[in-house]
C-alpha cells in the first residue's frame, strides 16, 4: 500500500516520499503515516526534510527540538514552532545559547522570523558578543522580507565594541548596498588601528557602495591609490600605506 512499500533507508525512495507528504490533496492518516515511516529512518536528510514539510503544513512539530533529536532535525522543527511558543521553557534561548554554531544559527534564523521577540531585544543590554551577533543575523533575515525599519539596525550594529560583530554589520551593509550608512563606513576608515581584516572589508564595503567594480584587480588598485588620495582622511591613507608597505 502507500505506506507499506516504502523503504525509509533507500535514499530515493525517502526523498520521493518526504516530498510526497507535501501534496494538499492526501489525507490526514496518509500524511501521518508516511511521516512516522520516514522518522524512522536511518537516512538523517528523510527526517529533516520530513520534519521540515509537516511544520511548512502547518502541523505541529515542537516534540522534535528536544536534544534527542539530531541538530539537523532540531533546527527544522524549531522553524515549524509557533512565534509565541519561541519563549516557553527558554527554548529559542537554548539554541541562541548553545555551543554548536549549527543551532545558534537556527536560532539566529527563527528568531529573524519572530519580528514581536525580536523587536523586544535590545542589543546593547546583551553582553556576549555572539548573542548580538545572533542579534544582528536575526534582523537582517527580517529586513529581507521588505518590511521598513530593520535596515536601520545596522548602524548601531557598525559601532559595537566588538570587532567581529562590527565586521558582520560592515557585509550586511555592503552586501545590501545601504548606501545611507557610506558616512559610517568612511569615518570607520579613519581609524588608525585597524587591522587588515577590518581595513579589506571596510574599504571593499566603501567601493561597493560607491559603485566600483569589486574584484581582485580592481580592489587592488584601489588599496594603491588610496595613500595617495588627498581626498581621503589622513589617516586612513596612512593605514594603507602601512597595510601595503609602500611607505
Known sequence: ???????????????????????????????????KRLMQSDLLAAREAAVRIMAA?????????????????RAAALMGVAEKEL????????????DDPFLRHAGAMRLGDAPRVLENLDPAAVKDPRD???ILLAWRRYARTGVKGPH??????????????????VKWVSDDL??????????????????????????????????????ENSLADYFLERPNDRAAAL????RACHLHRVC
Open 87 to 98: 519563549l516557553s521553557d527558554r527554548l529559542l534561548s537554548r539554541f541562541l545559547q548553545s
Open 1 to 35: 500500500g502507500f505506506v507499506s512499500s516504502m523503504d525509509g533507508n533507500d535514499p530515493a525512495l525517502a526523498t520521493t516520499w518526504a516530498l510526497a507528504i507535501e501534496e494538499p490533496n492526501l489525507r490526514r492518516n496518509q500524511v501521518l503515516s508516511t511521516f
Open 57 to 73: 503544513r502547518g502541523n505541529r512539530v515542537s516534540e522534535f527540538v528536544t536534544e534527542t533529536n539530531p541538530p539537523a532535525v
Open 132 to 134: 548580538r551577533a545572533d
Open 152 to 169: 536601520d539596525h545596522a548602524g548601531d550594529f557598525l559601532k559595537d565594541a566588538d570587532p567581529d560583530v562590527r565586521l558582520l554589520a
Open 235 to 238: 589617516p586612513a591613507r596612512c
Open 178 to 215: 545601504l548606501t545611507e550608512f557610506r558616512p559610517q563606513i568612511a569615518e570607520m576608515l579613519k581609524s588608525t588601528t585597524l587591522d587588515p581584516r577590518s581595513y579589506v572589508a571596510l574599504a571593499t564595503a566603501l567601493a561597493r557602495l560607491d559603485g566600483k567594480p569589486v574584484n
